[in-house]
C-alpha cells in the first residue's frame, strides 16, 4: 500500500515546490515511483501552465497512462496545447477504447480531426479502429468494448490453442474468457480453466460452449453494467446484428461505469442537472459557472412549481386570519410530507435501476407505498397530537395537525411512487424524478389538505 | 441474449402455473437451461412453501449456485427449513467466501453452529476456511476475500509454473494474477501475460513484481471498492499484519459491492436507515412492518427538529397577524433553501466518497458553496423581485421576499457543506447527513432570517 495515493498530499506539496523552479531535475525525482492514478489526480488540482510542465516532463508510456485518467477538462488542454506528434505517440499507445474516449472529449470536431490524422499517420489501423468505436454512441457497449481479445478457431487443439495465447501475451486486455471464431463470426467461448483442464489433443469445437451470452453494440452502458453485476461475468463479448464479433466489454470498465453512474443518479436524485463537464469533473475542478448552471435550471423551476403555494395559501387568507396559529404548522406539515416523499422516490428509482420493480408492477406498488405512508403518519399522528396537547394548542387545533400528518404522509408516499411510474410510462427517465420534485409536489397539494381539514374541523371558520 | 433475464417474467408465470400441480415433472421442464440468478430472483418473488418446493427439485450444483444468489431473507428461510444433509451438500460445492456469506446470514448462533457442523463432518478443512473467515468482520476485506488463488514459488520456472496453473484448473477463481509465495509469506506478484510471455527456463524471482500492492484484512469494503476502481486491478491480495498471504479480493467482488453501496448511500441520503434486512432485500421481498422500521426513526428525528419552525413562528405571532401576507411566501421561501441545500449537501458527499475533498479542503469547500449559492440565489432572488412586483405584491414585501431568496440560498449552501463537514470532524458518517435534514436544518433559521428582513423592511411592522 505504500506507494498508493496515501502519498498524494506528499505528491502535491512536493510538486507545487519544485515548480517554482524552472530546474527540471527535481521534478523527475518528485514524480518517481508513483501511480498514474495519482499523478492524474494531483496534475487536476494544479495550474494549467503547471500541468503541462509536469505532463512533458512524463516519458512516453507513463504521460499515456496519465492522459487516460485523466479527467475530461485537463485532457483537454492538455490536447488543445501538446504538439501533436507527441500527442500522436502517446496515442499511438494506448489502446483503441481508451483512444477514443480520450479523442470524443474534444469538443472541436476539427482537433478531432486533426488528433485522428496525426495517429492515422503512425498506425493508421489503430486510427481506423478508433474511428470505427467512435460511430458508436456514446454510453453504449460499443463506446466502451475494446478489440484486445483472445480469438481462437474451432478446430484447434487445446494444445496449439495455449500456443496462440502466448502470441496474445502483449495485446489480449483479458485471458480469462477466449474466444472462438468461424471468419469473424462468433461461434463460441471458453474460459482458460476449461482450456487448463483440457487434455492437448482436444478440439475447442469440443471444449467450447455454444450458447453463447452476447450483448449488441447500442446496448446502454448502465445495462451493460447490470448484466455483469447480475451475472458475475467477467467480460461480455459485443457481437454485430450480422454475427460478427465486434468486441468485448470486461469488468473493470464495469467498475468505472458504476462509480460514474452513482455519480449521476445522485446529481439526477438531488435536482441537478448531470451535464458531463460537472459530473465527471473532480470536485474542484469544475468552474464555478459552470456548478451554477448544472444547479440553476431545476431551482428555477421548482421555485416556479413552489409558487402554487403562495397562491394556495393566499386563496385561505381569510383562514390565516381569522386562526392565525394555523400558520405555525405550514412548515412543519409540508416539511414532513416533503421528507415521507423523498425516502419513497429514493427507494422506487432505486428498485426500477435495479429492475425489481417493471411496469405491471405499478398497482402493488403504489398500494404499498400507500399503505406504508398511512402507517408512517399514524405514528406520527399520535406523536404530534400529543406534543401540540402539551403545548396547549387545544383539541380541535390538535386533531387538525394530527389528522393532516396521517393523510399528508399516505399522500407523499403515493406521489413519490405515481410520479416515477408516470415517467416510466412516457418514457422520461424516473431518475428525473428528484426528491426535491416529489417535495414541491408535495408542498402545494398538502397544505390543501391541511387547510381543507382545518376548516371541517375548526369552529372559528365556519 | 435469450436465455438471460428477458425470460424471468416468463419463468415466474410458468412456475406459477406448475406450482399449483403437486407433479414433479412439469416443474423440472420449466426451470430447465435459465440462470441461477433469474431462478434466484423469481424465487424471491415466490411465497416460502413453494420457494422451498422450487429449491428441492434443483440438482445440488445449480441449487447451490441459487442459494449463492438468494437475498437474505429467502436465504435464511431455506437454511432453516431443508434437511442439515442437503445443506452440508450445498455449502460444500461453494467457495469458503461464500459459505461464509450465507451462513452469516442465519442469525441464530445454534442454527450456524449446526450449519457449520455439518460442514465439517463432510470436508472438515472447508469448515475451517469459513470459520476463519467469519472471524473476521463483516463489510472488511477479510470477509470478501478467497483463498482460491494460484500461488507458486520463487524457484519456479515459467515453463512449471505453466504445470501449476493446470492443478489449480478447478480451483483457483482467477488467472490473470499470480502469486509467488515463500512459506505462506508473500514475496511477489506477476500477471499471467508476464507468464506467456517468459521464456520456458526463466525463474519466476526473475519474472515477479516484488512491489507488491496489499490490503490489509480490515480494510473496509467501500474503500477496497474505491482502490480498484481507481487503479483498475483485477484482484488485490490480503496479507496479515506478519506477511502472511490470507486469501484475494477479486474485481467481481467489488461490483457487487459498488451496487450495495450505492443503494446504501441513496437511502442514507434520503434519510432511510440502512438496516441489512431492507438494504439488500429486492422491493418486493421486505415486509412492510420492516420497511416502515427502516423509515419512521429519521421520520420522528426530523419531525421533532422541525417543530422547531412552529416556535419561530410562534415568535412572530404578531408580525404574522399584522402583514398575513407575509405567511403565504413561507413554503417558498423555506423549499427553496430546502432545494439548494439539498443540492449542495449531495454534491459534499459525493465528492467526500471519491476522497475530492480532504479535510484540510474544508475552508475552500465552504467559501465555494456560500459562493455558488450567493449566485444562485441573487438569479432566483431577480425573479422573484419581478414575479412578486407582478402579482402586485408591492416594493417593500417584493423586497423582503427577494433578499430573503438571496440570503437563504448563501445560507443553505453554507448549511449543506459546512454539516458533513463538521460530521467527518466529529468521525461521524457524513452519508449520514441527509438532504431532508439539511432541509430542516434551513427551514427553522430560514426563517428567522426571513421575519428579520421582514422587521427591517416593512413599515407596518415598526
Chains 1, 2 share one sequence.
Not at 398500494?367 to 401540540?388: D, K, N, P, Q, W
Request: proline fraction near 4%; hydrophobic fraction near 50%; glycine fraction near 6%.
Amino acid at each position: 500500500m505504500e506507494t498508493l495515493e496515501k502519498n498524494t498530499e506528499r505528491l502535491e506539496v512536493g510538486l507545487k515546490d519544485v515548480l517554482r523552479s524552472p530546474d527540471d531535475a527535481p521534478l523527475i525525482a518528485v514524480l518517481d515511483g508513483y501511480h498514474p492514478a495519482d499523478i492524474a489526480e494531483v496534475m487536476e488540482r494544479l495550474d494549467d501552465t503547471d500541468s503541462i510542465r509536469v505532463f512533458r516532463i512524463l516519458d512516453l508510456v507513463r504521460a499515456a497512462e496519465v492522459l487516460d485518467e485523466l479527467d475530461s477538462d485537463t485532457a483537454r488542454y492538455l490536447l488543445d496545447n501538446e504538439v501533436p506528434e507527441r500527442i500522436a505517440s502517446l496515442l499511438d499507445i494506448l489502446p483503441a477504447d481508451d483512444v477514443a474516449e480520450i479523442v470524443s472529449e474534444v469538443t472541436s470536431g476539427e482537433k478531432q480531426e486533426e488528433i485522428l490524422q496525426g495517429l492515422a499517420d503512425r498506425a493508421p489501423e489503430d486510427a481506423q479502429d478508433v474511428r470505427e468505436l467512435l460511430a458508436f454512441k456514446p454510453g453504449t457497449a460499443g463506446r466502451l468494448m475494446t478489440d484486445r481479445f483472445v480469438s481462437l478457431a474451432p478446430n484447434q487443439s487445446a494444445e496449439s490453442a495455449f500456443a496462440t495465447l502466448r502470441s496474445f501475451a502483449d495485446d489480449a486486455e483479458t485471458f480469462n474468457a477466449l474466444y472462438v471464431l468461424e471468419g469473424e463470426r462468433l461461434v463460441g467461448v471458453l474460459s482458460l480453466r476449461d482450456l487448463l483442464r483440457a487434455r492437448p489433443n482436444q478440439r475447442l469445437s469440443e471444449l467450447m460452449i455454444r450458447d453463447i451470452v452476447s450483448i449488441p453494440a447500442d446496448l446502454d452502458q448502465e445495462e451493460v453494467a447490470r448484466l455483469v453485476a447480475k451475472y458475475d461475468f467477467t467480460a461480455l463479448p459485443v457481437v454485430l446484428s450480422d454475427g460478427t464479433m465486434a468486441g468485448i466489454v470486461t469488468v473493470d470498465d464495469v467498475v468505472d461505469i458504476l462509480e460514474q453512474e452513482q455519480t449521476e443518479d445522485i446529481f439526477k436524485q438531488s435536482a441537478i442537472h448531470a451535464e458531463p463537464g460537472v459530473l465527471n469533473a473532480p470536485y474542484f475542478s469544475a468552474p464555478i459557472w459552470r456548478v451554477v448552471k448544472s444547479r440553476v435550471g431545476w431551482l428555477i423551476l421548482l421555485f416556479v412549481a413552489e409558487t402554487a403555494t403562495s397562491s394556495v395559501l393566499q386563496h385561505f387568507e381569510d383562514e390565516l386570519k381569522r386562526v392565525v396559529a394555523l400558520s405555525f404548522f405550514i412548515p412543519l406539515l409540508i416539511g414532513t410530507g416533503g421528507n415521507a416523499g423523498s425516502q419513497t422516490v429514493s427507494t422506487i428509482i432505486r428498485a426500477m435501476a435495479l429492475k425489481e420493480i417493471r411496469g405491471r408492477d405499478a398497482w402493488r406498488v403504489l398500494l404499498r407505498e400507500a399503505g406504508t405512508g398511512l402507517l408512517l403518519g399514524l405514528l406520527l399522528g399520535v406523536i404530534a397530537f400529543v406534543r401540540s396537547m402539551i403545548m396547549g394548542r387545544g383539541l380541535p387545533l390538535s386533531l387538525v395537525v394530527s389528522l393532516t400528518i396521517v393523510a399528508v404522509c399516505a399522500w407523499a408516499n403515493t406521489i413519490g411512487s405515481l410520479v416515477p411510474l408516470l415517467a416510466t410510462k412516457l418514457k422520461i427517465d424516473p431518475a428525473l424524478v428528484s426528491a426535491p420534485l416529489i417535495a414541491t409536489l408535495v408542498d402545494a397539494t398538502g397544505l390543501i389538505i391541511y387547510l381543507n381539514i382545518a376548516h371541517m374541523i375548526l369552529k372559528e371558520l365556519h
